[in-house]
């Protein structure tokens, strides 16, 4: 089962920031946060990851609360293309990337 | 360049038939997945191969049969299909490294179709 608990859906305006939370209460010192999105069952796409750091690439950003018990993505302009199902993850670091996904959370960005 | 390719991309076939779907990755990656997607959408994993050896196998049922030749392909024969094998079936890649992970790749699916 996955580890993780996500909102079921979010909306969000064309060009504002997005911003999706996650639980992760039961994560454990050596598991990852992953975030992953699926647009319209295409495969599933990598959008960023840490362990206790912050953390930012092109494409979003991730933010871990100090007791690792939850994190939030942050999309800072969400377009139409952005709607997707967001999974978060938490994987062991055990190098190989045994993804348990859960239901994710169904993002709407309308104009 | 494709990353992560799996053939076909639509498989429609009847109950009872055998069936593959193949998988290449041009990544470099020496670990590859099989992942199912049911008609409730949840994604599971299946298999994973590292280096041609099998390191994953969750509960799937033994008429699916994993086959690596090399560490850039990965494919998936399905024995005798039900209906509900019905889903569609995702190929990924990722590079293995000790003490931390990176991401996976994945394809853009094979959506098999049991009647």
């Known amino acids: 089962d996955a580890k993780t608990t996500q909102p079921p859906s979010m909306d969000c305006a064309e060009g504002r920031a997005a911003n999706l939370p996650c639980n992760h209460s039961t994560i454990s010192g050596n598991e990852y946060v992953y975030w992953y999105r699926q647009i319209h069952s295409q495969g599933p796409q990598y959008i960023i990851h840490g362990l206790k750091n912050n953390e930012t690439n092109e494409m979003a950003s991730l933010i871990i609360t100090e007791d690792r018990k939850s994190s939030t993505l942050i999309l800072p302009h969400a377009t139409l293309r952005d709607t997707a199902v967001y999974y978060c993850?938490?994987?062991?670091?055990?190098?190989?990337?045994?993804?348990?996904f859960g239901a994710g959370t169904r993002l709407a960005v309308h104009p | 360049d494709t990353a992560v390719s799996q053939t076909p991309k639509y498989l429609v076939t009847q109950m009872g038939n055998d069936k593959s779907i193949k998988c290449e990755q041009n990544?470099?990656?020496?670990?590859m997945y099989w992942y199912k997607q049911d008609s409730k959408k949840f994604l599971k994993i299946m298999f994973s191969?590292?280096?041609?050896?099998?390191?994953i196998n969750e509960t799937v049922p033994n008429r699916f049969s994993p086959k690596s030749p090399d560490k850039a392909h990965l494919n998936l024969h399905i024995n005798s299909l039900e209906l509900g094998d019905s889903a569609v079936y995702f190929c990924?890649?990722?590079?293995?490294?000790?003490?931390?992970?990176?991401?996976?790749?994945f394809g853009q699916g094979t959506r098999l179709t049991v009647v």
């Open positions: 990544l470099g990656h020496d670990t």
């Open positions: 990924a890649s990722s590079h293995r490294t000790t003490g931390t992970n990176t991401e996976a790749f």
């Open positions: 191969y590292n280096n041609k050896e099998l390191i």
């Open positions: 993850i938490v994987s062991f670091s055990g190098g190989y990337n045994k993804l348990i």
